[in-house]
């Protein structure tokens, strides 16, 4: 498995086009909406919500739409005859879904960590007094979404159509969930719904950390780093119970 992380590791590092739609993107939108949102170089309150919704929100955005795009090579593989060539080889079949997962995962984290980084040093959001309750949430939202492009994947025959799926499902998720909009200005029947999705879960706990200043230890920080780790680990069971199905298909 781990030789397998190693090979989409460096096709992803190899890859300009992947690194740019991952990495250079997502900052894009970031100091695009913080321009409109954040009102940059303030030091207010309402500024700082503004700076924290605007990073929280595209980062869980972007991050489910890279995701996805991993979900895709998957496909990628299987039209390629990669995918029936590795299970020919003398290693589990789990295991190159669980290799894609840990590199979905380990893509994720990467991704946020440097979203968060360009954001105090381009932005002074204040990450260096919430470094764990920052890395822990990182690491959860990372999971959350880890499993959502394979997921996708598994129910797609091409990758045109996880394209298309993934664009509408984010886009949606992200309406509703808070990335684009501020949960608390919604209807009161958006916000019941918003509670359903990941991008909910991930911004409201970052705003917890930034925002109410909340400890790592805080019961109310923990359940939603808990609802998260679940979400993950939802998606990653269907993930791996329709892997199994594809593969019966291919064998």
Known sequence: MIELVK?????FFVNKQDMLLTFALPIIFITLFNFVFGNMGNSGENDVGGLVHVVAGMSVMMLLFSVAGIGGSLIDEKQEGMLKKLLCAPIPPNNILYGKMVYAIIISIAQLIIMFVYAWLAFGL??????????LMILATAYACSGFG???ASFAKTRQQVQGFSTIIVMVMSAVGGSMIPIFVMPELMQKIAVFTVNYWGIQGFYDIFMKSLPLTDITFLFKVFVLIGIGTLLN???????K???????
């Open 245 to 251: 199905k594809n593969i019966l298909k291919i064998v």
């Open 7 to 11: 090979k989409d590791l460096k096709l």
């Open 150 to 152: 394979i997921v996708l």
């Open 126 to 135: 204040d990450i260096m007094h919430h470094l764990p309750s920052l890395a």
């Open 237 to 243: 069971l269907i993930a791996l119970l329709m892997f």
